[in-house]
């Protein structure tokens, strides 16, 4: 399982390595933004996306409409964790196919919890 | 029109009607009206121009009472919710390490006792009702470390997730910023108005940013707006969508 973490903050990154290494994911990979994720999930191999929204460069929010336009990468499961908690925000990323969503401040027990629900949804 | 062209004008005026040539006197009173009417113009103008620039100012004037009335203060309660959010995220980091410091202590001291009588055993220079007790004291220091390293470890998370605050206060900062931006540009708008006359930077006055960013109690929850305060909102949010 190889998962990309893509947020323009370091701190966030890191923060986000670390809960997943608590919950048993040690292959993790890194973006600063839409730009820079792409190419390395064109590069193939990725299981599993997270990203913020609000990027320089290229939003999360396009970056999530770029995956689902790709027909290789348009079942890569997206997990949106982001600062923006406008309900009309909310509703643009369920409607460009965000699997799941999750505001920040967050705690490790949310991202646990939405991670799962996501894979029990893909293998079920 | 100097003052002597109008004085020879009205000398003509005058000659022309005490010589009885009513034609002339026509033309040189049209002339003098003529003087009259570009005067009452050019004040008209003058007025005109005034009355403009004093609108354009106006206009500034109150997109910067604006920011003196809503950004200004929106921005200090936001620069307030960073000092709160940092202070809390310090606090959880120093009681987590509070907290977790006597426990690596207590586990250091038990185990440096047990290795010291551990190197007795090994040397055979312990008695067997003492390395009976000892055995016990092991059992007890297993048991005793598997809950204080778990302690640790949820120490050890707390401290991580507490470094969230840089990237909510960075977003926020970040917001705060272009604010300060703007009311700089709409500043710098006034001074050129009012030291040249005029202005055409209308590029002035703040506006919600496209994508709002972390959502800052009192400010961006309040009635009648519509953000997700918790993640259960956002879940609730969902789940009517059918997710």
Redesign the interface.
Known sequence: MKILVVDDFSTMRRIVKNLLRDLGFTNTLEADDGKTALPKLKAGGIDFLITDWNMPGMTGLDLLKAVRADPDLAKLPVLMVTAEAKREQIIMAAQAGVNGYIIKPFTAATLKEKIEKIFERIDG | MTEIDRLSLAKNLLEALENGDEASANKFMDEIAGIRETQLYQEVGKLTRQLHDSMTSFALESKITAFAQNDIPDAKERLHYVISMTEQAANKTLNAVEDLYPVAFELNQQVQKLSANWDRFLIRQMPFQEFKDMSQEITEYFKVSVQSLENIQNGF?EI??A??????T??IIRRVITMVEELESGMLALIKLSGHGRSTDKNIGSSEPE?????VPGL?DSEG???????D??DD??SS?G?
Not at chain 2, 225 to 231: D, F, L, N
């Open positions: 998370n991580l997730m470094q969230s605050f840089q990237d909510i960075g977003q994508l709002p960013g972390p959502v961006d707006t519509v953000v997700a305060s918790s993640q909102d956002v949010l969902l969508l997710f």
